[in-house]
């Protein structure tokens, strides 16, 4: 297994319990929206994972679109500059909108976001992102949906990358020490 081949990975959520808390954060979905149809927006590329499986379990109409942004200039500090890399397809006016984030580190990015959506006039705006890690915030923003607060580490797996590497793993592993 590619886990265990890798001393320097250690895992933190194990994928049973990602699947369960995905059930979960959908069942909340689909009971707050009652009947409506939903839009969701995965961040590319980390949450493309997250927003496949959680689209899923989510039982009320939905549609899905993709925005691509740039905060990390390479490794694990953030550069605090955002860029939009990939803007959306289509029109998000009058839609129930669910922004959906691998994960909220300093907020620099979801504040972004958030500001250059609500100006397309959305008729709600929502907030859902794997992993939450509230020590590091910047930006006083926060999620609707949350799956896990998580302590300040480094995390890959589950669409979460290192320089573009891990983000097939199954788990969400703490990466440690990276020699490279
Ligand atoms: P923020 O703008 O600092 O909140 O960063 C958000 C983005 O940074 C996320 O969408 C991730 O792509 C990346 N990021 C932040 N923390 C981690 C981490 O622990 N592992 C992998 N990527 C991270
Ligand atoms: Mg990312």
Redesign the pocket.
Known sequence: MLVAQQGKLKVLIRRSAIEKRVREVADEITKDFKGDRVHLIG?LK??CIFLSDLVREINLETSIDFIAVS??AKG?E?SGQ?RLLKDLDSSIEGLNVILV??????????S?LLRILQQRKPKVLRVAAL?D?PS?R??QVQGDYVGFTIPN????GYG???GERYRNLKDVCI?GHPVD
């Not at 984030?101 to 979801?110: N, P, Q, V, Y």
């Not at 580490?153 to 890959?156: H, S």
């Open positions: 961040v980390g949450a905060s990390y694990k953030s955002v984030e691998d994960i909220l580190d300093t907020g620099l990015t979801l972004y992993l890690k590091r910047l930006k580490e480094f995390v890959v979460l990358d290192y990466l």
